[in-house]
Nanobody, 125 residues
Framework: HVQLAESGGGSVQAGGSLRLSCAVT????????MAWFRQAPDQEREGVAV????????DYSDSVKGRFTISRSDDWNTVYLQMDKLKPEDTAMYYC??????????????????WGQGTRVTVSS
């Protein structure tokens, strides 16, 4: 049974940085990828970054590419999202997610059966 718990959110001024963490327990061998999503008020949940377990490869949404970095601990028990050069439009609830099958359409939240409770990020101008 996979359980995910995010931490590290907070308030920061534009241009600042935050590092989110996602503690993972019950991580099955079949888990194929870990991803970060975000959801702003009245917006759809958006895929931000993903890391594929088999290859270690990563991908990012265009809106965060070059500013955010996804990484993990060696044992895959923690997944991180380093967020630099934050902008007010990055303000959202951030969630980590895990999936056990496939790696396509990583940005589609419906592909992920496991979710954390979220951590809030607020960026002021």
């Amino acid at each position: 049974h996979v359980q995910l718990a995010e931490s590290g959110g907070g308030s920061v001024q534009a241009g600042g940085s935050l590092r989110l963490s996602c503690a993972v327990t019950g991580f099955p061998e079949t888990t194929r990828s870990m991803a970060w999503f975000r959801q702003a008020p009245d917006q759809e949940r958006e895929g931000v970054a993903v890391m594929f377990k088999l290859t270690g490869g990563t991908d990012y949404s265009d809106s965060v590419k070059g500013r955010f970095t996804i990484s993990r601990s060696d044992d895959w028990n923690t997944v991180y999202l380093q967020m630099d050069k934050l902008k007010p439009e990055d303000t959202a609830m951030y969630y980590c997610a895990a999936r056990g099958r496939g790696e396509t359409n990583w940005y589609d939240p419906q592909q992920y059966p496991y979710w954390g409770q979220g951590t809030r990020v607020t960026v002021s101008s």
